[in-house]
C-alpha cells in the first residue's frame, strides 16, 4: 500500500498548479482528489488488487493525459479554445478589459451606457465623471 500512495504521490506532484485558476485548475483537482480517493479505498478496506486496479486506471490515464493522446486521436479542424490561438488570430484579446484599456477602447457597457474613455472627452462631455 506504501508503494500506491508513493505512486499517486509522485503523480499528483507532476501536475502543474496554476494559482490564478483557483478551483478550476486541473493540477489542484489531481493532487487533491487522486490521494483523497486512494485514502477512502484504503480506509474502506477494498482488496487491494481492486486499489491496485484503480491506481493503475488513474495512473495510465493521467499519462495518456499528459501526452495528448486525445487531441491527437480526435483531432479538431481548428483550436477553438481559448488556450489555442484562436484568440490571436480573431483579435479577441481585444475583448477583455485589460486590452479595451491598452486600446483606449469602450467596454460594451461604456458603449450602452454613454460612458466615454478619457481620449474620447470633449468639451461636451469633458464635465462627466464616468
Given amino acids: 500500500m506504501t508503494a500506491m500512495r508513493a505512486q499517486v504521490r509522485r503523480l499528483a506532484e507532476s501536475w502543474p498548479v496554476v494559482a490564478e485558476r483557483g478551483k478550476r485548475d486541473f493540477g489542484a483537482y489531481v493532487q487533491g482528489a487522486l490521494s483523497k480517493r486512494l485514502d477512502r479505498?484504503?480506509?474502506?478496506?477494498?482488496?487491494?488488487?481492486?486499489?491496485?486496479a484503480f491506481v493503475q486506471a488513474e495512473v495510465e490515464?493521467?499519462?495518456?493525459?499528459?501526452?495528448?493522446?486525445?487531441k491527437?486521436?480526435?483531432?479538431?479542424?481548428?483550436?477553438?479554445t481559448f488556450t489555442g490561438t484562436q484568440g490571436e488570430t480573431y483579435g479577441w484579446s481585444k475583448l477583455s478589459a485589460?486590452?479595451?484599456?491598452?486600446?483606449n477602447t469602450q467596454s460594451f457597457f461604456d458603449r450602452l451606457f454613454g460612458r466615454t474613455r478619457p481620449s474620447q472627452h470633449t468639451t461636451e462631455t469633458a464635465h462627466r465623471k464616468d
Avoid: H, V
Fill in 98 to 103: 485589460k486590452s479595451q484599456e491598452a486600446y
Fill in 41 to 52: 479505498l484504503i480506509r474502506a478496506g477494498t482488496p487491494e488488487s481492486a486499489t491496485k
Fill in 61 to 70: 490515464a493521467l499519462a495518456q493525459l499528459r501526452k495528448g493522446e486525445f
Fill in 72 to 80: 491527437a486521436r480526435y483531432a479538431r479542424n481548428e483550436d477553438t
